[in-house]
């Protein structure tokens, strides 16, 4: 893959544990910063062979390695997030290319209604 390819900014978040004021902890996401990405979402043939196998594949996400990258993670750019599904990420054998199959979420948007 070429840098070319990676044309959306997209904000990588992490899991983290943080405490909950009752002794517990709750898990939130957290910002890792920008940067640039590749999405491909699947093909309507693969969509449907990853659904009859119980799986919520709706993409390819891509982006360039590097150590520290949270696990899983997820992927924001403005509406539209994407969170790693299934087993681990990829990474070639250069480790140059991080790539995660990746589902999209839905977003509860408020809509304020004057009256």
């Given at each position: 893959m070429s840098a070319g390819r990676l044309r959306r900014v997209m904000t990588v978040e992490g899991r983290q544990r943080v405490p909950d004021g009752a002794g517990g902890y709750a898990v939130e996401w957290v910002e890792y910063g920008d940067r640039w990405v590749a999405y491909e979402p699947l093909s309507r043939p693969d969509r449907l062979k990853a659904m009859a196998e119980s799986l919520e594949v709706h993409g390819t996400?891509?982006?360039?390695?590097?150590?520290?990258?949270?696990?899983?993670?997820?992927?924001?750019?403005?509406?539209?997030?994407?969170?790693?599904?299934?087993?681990r990420a990829k990474l070639d054998d250069r480790r140059k290319w991080y790539e995660v199959d990746v589902r999209e979420q839905q977003v509860d948007i408020e809509i304020e209604v004057e009256s």
């Open positions: 996400a891509r982006l360039r390695y590097e150590p520290g990258l949270p696990r899983p993670i997820r992927l924001v750019d403005g509406d539209m997030v994407l969170e790693q599904v299934g087993g």
